[in-house]
């Protein structure tokens, strides 16, 4: 039974602010931990306000504000998550590590590196627990795959192969900016899908096989203008990247391809990785959740082929605490499974991952392509 409460101040009441309230909700159903959240207060915009009420309703939390400044001076706000448009993460993470509160941050981290290592510098200065939410980690099968690399399963790695592929903005009809097409604006987003998709698929990449050293990358914006989503009377250009596709280097000697798009036409969020090993091969597709595809060149040799591991077994990662084997698990779980391990690490001691400084990789790493995008030569990622 939980015995000590914390209260969650959400910054944000959007798709980020529901998949949240969600694990918030759950997690002491199904993790047994000393630690139980309570929904003190979600905030989001002004403009929002219609939004946020029935919002804070449905999933129960106490109260609402529509300044984060206010709940950041609120005295009975322990741990601040920001789910809110990836421009305003650092000067929320600031001011909230600055009152003392502990931070959770959605990805990417920030807008760049500079912006990222501020954030990383203000949580550690002020000592307090911080996680950015890569919750693809927790995916049961991709947390998996890390044990399977991790047991030496794979012995040496010679490539790893990722994709993140959507078609969402194939029609020029989108407009940019606004309340829900920030992702188009470069100045709320940040980049496109650089930072929006491949900081998940180099998160993970990063976390199963190592840093990452050099990239070469190359970049298109298909549609070059857009009106504007609050006044379609107004065209501007479109500054971010639609598509990126990239070579990298990692530090441990493998080689690399990434690419991600939201112009693959009947692709809607297909996130998929193989990694090619001296013992072995994993591929994994985030369509396909519950299963992870492997391998094994010690097979003998008459039973040689790819399997297919169902992970819903109680000794796959997470899955005790859900159904019965063959049971399978979905996309919410995920941040119920991170909030778990955040809560946990609180109780240990054992600080959780990913923290800032993890995600600070991830934004470098950004960095590095863009730029490379640019100088179409290669790039060294500069942590
Ligand atoms: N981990 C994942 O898989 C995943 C998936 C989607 C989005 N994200 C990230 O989550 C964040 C939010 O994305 P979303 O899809 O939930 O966005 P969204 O547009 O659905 O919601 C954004 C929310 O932020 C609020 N907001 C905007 N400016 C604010 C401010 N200044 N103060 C307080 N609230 C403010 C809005 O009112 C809205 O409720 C982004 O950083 C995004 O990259 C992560």
Request: proline content about 3%; some cysteine.
């Amino acid at each position: 039974m939980p015995t000590k409460k914390l209260n969650i101040g959400l910054m944000g009441c959007g798709f980020m602010g529901r998949t949240h309230s969600n694990a918030y909700n759950q997690v002491n159903k199904f993790f047994n931990l000393e630690y139980q959240p309570v929904l003190k207060a979600a905030c989001a915009r002004k403009e929002d306000e219609q939004k946020l009420l029935p919002f804070a309703k449905n999933f129960g939390w106490e109260s609402t504000e529509t300044d984060w400044r206010k709940m950041i001076e609120r005295d009975d706000i322990d741990v601040i998550d920001i789910v809110s448009p990836n421009n305003t993460h650092h000067d929320i993470a600031l001011a909230a590590a600055k009152a003392g509160k502990m931070v959770l941050c959605e990805k990417p981290l920030a807008m760049n590196g500079a912006e990222a290592l501020e954030m990383v510098q203000a949580v550690e200065k002020a000592g307090v627990a911080n996680m950015t939410w890569f919750n693809y980690r927790r995916v049961p099968a991709i947390t998996l795959a890390k044990q399977l690399i991790d047991e030496g399963r794979l012995g040496r790695i010679f490539h790893y192969r990722a994709k993140y592929l959507q078609d969402w903005t194939i029609s020029a009809d989108v407009p940019q900016g606004g309340q829900t097409l920030w992702r188009l604006d470069a100045a709320v987003a940040g980049s496109g899908v650089t930072g929006d998709l491949l900081a998940h698929s180099i998160d993970t990449a990063v976390w199963l096989i190592g840093g990452i050293d050099t990239v070469s990358a190359m970049t298109e914006t298909f549609i070059k203008e857009r009106a504007l989503q609050d006044d379609p009377s107004q065209r501007k250009p479109v500054l971010i990247d639609d598509a990126c596709a990239f070579l990298a280097r990692f530090k441990n000697g493998a080689l690399a391809t990434f690419e991600s798009t939201r112009y693959a036409r009947g692709r809607k969020n297909q996130n998929t990785f193989e990694i090619n090993g001296e013992k072995g091969s994993i591929f994994f597709d985030l369509e396909d959740a519950h299963q992870l595809q492997y391998y094994d060149h010690g097979d003998d040799s008459h039973v040689h082929g790819w399997r297919t591991i169902l992970v819903t077994d109680s000794d796959h990662p997470y899955m005790k605490q859900w159904w019965v084997p063959g049971c399978v698990i979905g996309y919410e779980h995920t941040f119920i499974n991170a909030l778990s391990d955040f809560l946990k690490g609180l109780e240990t001691g054992v600080p959780v991952r990913p923290s800032f400084r993890d995600a600070l990789e991830t934004q470098c790493i950004c960095d590095a392509v863009l730029k490379s995008a640019k100088t179409c030569a290669w790039e060294k990622v500069n942590l």
